[in-house]
């Protein structure tokens, strides 16, 4: 690249690290609920992990996304110092897009272990990961006679996959550990704008208020919380849905256990499908305690 070139990329790589990273952590903490859960949560709602998932995306996943050929034709002879933001946006909107592609494809890549030597798409022009980076970021032992082709994590000529090393590193951070098709909730966290979550969280807190906290107790709408909940829960992203659930578990007064018991009984129609399908809502549950039985008035 000539010099002018090297700085336009170098400028549409900060542009793009820094929305794919705001877009991401927005995302995150929306979900994240206020209140203390009564155990651990998954690792998309848990403050540690958010933290760890910047340093995570930046050394491992942006600089496979900024080696891909499609991603880089994206440069083209945009002042990304002035305008790069909004050209970027267009970009983003289109679902199909190059960004997005390479974003999966890296995740995909990094996921599962594979032989030291693999293609993982590693980047040139400045944005080759470190050698190393892994081991230094999920602070693992690299082996003492690792020959010059190992990367971070690699034992016998293997590296260590982004799910193995993140399940290990739940228990050190507090939150549940990762089952294998978490993958593609991390893959589809950058397609989903905050501005839909923020929404979604919005309306289940009118509903609840509709149903629970009227004056006048005929004014109630019973069911609305759970319709509301229904609603978003299977128009989101994979797993989105399921995770404002656990929030509205955690935060929402009423929601309590028989109130997430019967959404989950209404949601499948058995047990194991329920749990297959919502498994981190279905183990919250069975940690939350029922409610303390309310004493009936008598009148005479």
Not at 158 to 168: C, F, K, N, P, Q
Not at 217 to 224: D, L, M
Request: neutral net charge; hydrophobic residues 40%; contains cysteine.
């Amino acid at each position: 690249m000539a010099a002018n070139e090297n700085e336009r990329f170098d400028q549409f790589a900060a542009v793009l690290t820094t929305e794919l990273l705001e877009r991401t952590r927005k995302n995150m903490e929306l979900l994240a609920p206020d209140q203390q859960p009564c155990s651990m949560l998954p690792f998309i709602q848990t403050p540690s992990f958010v933290e760890f998932y910047q340093d995570l995306v930046r050394v491992g996943i942006l600089p496979v996304v900024l080696s891909r050929r499609p991603v880089r034709t994206i440069v083209g002879d945009v002042d990304w110092a002035r305008e790069g933001r909004e050209y970027l946006l267009t970009v983003l909107d289109d679902r199909s897009n190059a960004v997005f592609t390479a974003w999966e494809y890296a995740w995909d890549s990094l996921w599962d272990e594979r032989k030291v030597g693999q293609d993982s798409g590693g980047a040139g022009g400045g944005t080759k990961q470190k050698k190393g980076f892994f081991s230094a970021l999920f602070s693992r032992k690299r082996p003492e006679k690792a020959d010059s082709g190992h990367a971070g994590g690699a034992e016998g000529g293997v590296m260590a996959g982004l799910h193995i090393m993140l399940t290990e590193l739940a228990e050190k951070r507090g939150f549940l550990p990762l089952f294998h098709e978490d993958v593609r909730i991390l893959k589809a966290l950058p397609r989903l704008k905050p501005g839909r979550v923020a929404q979604a969280w919005k309306e289940i807190v009118q509903y609840h208020h509709q149903e629970f906290y009227l004056p006048e107790p005929e004014q109630a709408k019973p069911g609305v919380t759970s319709d509301c909940l229904q609603k978003w829960h299977y128009n989101l992203p994979d797993k989105i849905g399921e995770f404002l659930v656990l929030k509205a578990a955690v935060d929402l007064e009423h929601v309590n256990k028989p109130f997430i018991g019967k959404y989950i009984r209404q949601s499948a129609r058995t047990q194991e499908e329920a749990e297959k399908g919502m498994p981190y809502l279905s183990l919250y549950w069975k940690a939350m305690r029922n409610p303390a039985p309310v004493a009936e008035r008598h009148t005479l």
